[in-house]
């Protein structure tokens, strides 16, 4: 039987590089579409070296429809697309809202409507924690009520999910997925790939490991006044490769022949909460490195604590989390350690 084909986007970014990796080791051929907006191209070597597999990679925009239907057309059958191709800082789809609803949802749409032009009908979407607002009750699982969106790119999550949700209620064939992610940090155990963005990180664990380098003077833990352990913000972190292999399982589940759900969704966090605090002395601890940072004042749009329910993944999905906090730390922190030999 010919190894079914996936397009994966925002596939030379920190996400989707590892979800081309596991889904390569787990027999798929992936084709890659990304516009290099937030990475440089350099995740396909790691990608070779870490599976021996030249990757088809078109430079493309997925918003640009006659260019993601030549790819369809280039590539014959395509058999489900992982959709990672966004925009994701937070604090600047504040300042530019549009750039981020027209990059994040027109991508969607387009892709979803050259999608169903060329009967493929799997579709697996990237959507984030986010959209759950500041929780009720802890730890959310898929069945809480969303609360207030507190930013334009959490809001064009959920337009997302939305719209695969419309879609599934509609006469098309299209079956698709959301995978709500937690807080990914770490890299590829290999060291080949990691986190490479080109636009300034920030998320706390390569702001921790460019300040232990010495790309930054020193970070601001923002606001230690809160109702938690420390008084820092609490977080789901969830190594990279952990959900990589999600979106395998998850893909392959809709691959199955006897498939019918038309739209469904999964948390994938690790359930376990952390404070800001315990990041940085976890990854004190692990690597013998102490990062210089401050106590600053609270960030508007930071939610209090979330962590996630787990247990529908792991139940229905199959999936099992080999990595933990320790491993995310010390990954992150080797593969900082490359990128910085590398310059
Ligand atoms: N990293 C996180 O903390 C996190 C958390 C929750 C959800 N997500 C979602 O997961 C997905 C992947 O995130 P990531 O951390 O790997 O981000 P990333 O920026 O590393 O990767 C995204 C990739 O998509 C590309 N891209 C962006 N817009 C594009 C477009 N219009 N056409 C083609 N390529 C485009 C970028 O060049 C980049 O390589 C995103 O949808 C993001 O919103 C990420």
Not at 46 to 54: H, Q
Not at 96 to 121: Q, R, T
Not at 208 to 218: L, Q, V, W
Not at 284 to 299: A, D, F, K, M, T
């Amino acid at each position: 039987m010919p190894r079914q084909k996936i397009i994966v986007t925002g596939g030379c970014g920190y996400i989707g590089s590892h979800t081309v990796v596991e889904l390569i080791q787990a027999g798929f051929r992936v084709v890659i579409i990304d516009n290099l907006s937030n990475s440089d191209g350099s995740a396909l070597e790691g990608i070779k070296a870490i599976t021996g597999e030249d990757v088809p990679f078109y430079m493309i925009d997925s918003g640009d429809k006659n260019a993601v239907s030549e790819v369809f057309s280039q590539e014959g059958r395509i058999d489900g697309i992982i959709h990672f191709a966004a925009y994701k800082a937070v604090n600047e789809s504040v300042e530019f809202p549009l750039k981020y609803y027209s990059n994040n949802v027109k991508g969607l749409i387009n892709l979803l409507e050259c999608a169903i032009d060329h009967d493929c009908n799997r579709f697996l979407f990237s959507s984030s924690c986010s959209v759950y607002g500041d929780a009720d009750k802890l730890p959310v699982s898929e069945l809480s009520p969303l609360g207030e969106i507190r930013s334009p790119y959490a809001r064009t999550k959920l337009m997302c999910e939305d719209i695969l949700r419309d879609l599934s209620s509609s006469d098309t064939q299209m079956k698709s997925v959301v995978l709500r992610y937690f807080n990914p940090a770490g890299a590829h155990p290999s060291n080949e790939i990691g986190e490479s963005p080109t636009i300034n990180a920030s998320n706390l664990v390569p702001v921790i490991t460019e300040t232990a380098i010495g790309k930054r003077p020193e970070f601001t833990v923002f606001g230690n006044d809160y109702d938690t352990r420390d008084g820092t913000c609490i977080r789901d972190y969830i190594h990279v490769s952990d959900i990589a292999n999600a979106h395998v399982l998850a893909i392959k589940k809709m691959l199955s022949h006897d498939y019918a759900q038309p739209f469904d969704l999964y948390n994938l966090g690790s359930a376990r909460g952390n404070t800001v605090l315990e990041v940085i002395s976890a990854f004190e601890q692990v690597n013998g490195v102490s990062p210089n940072y401050i106590i600053g004042p609270r960030r508007a749009g930071d939610v209090i604590a979330v962590y996630a329910d787990n247990s529908k993944s792991k139940n229905q999905l199959g999936w099992n989390l080999k990595y933990t906090l320790d491993d995310i730390v010390r990954t992150a922190w080797q593969w900082e350690l490359k990128r910085s030999r590398k310059k």
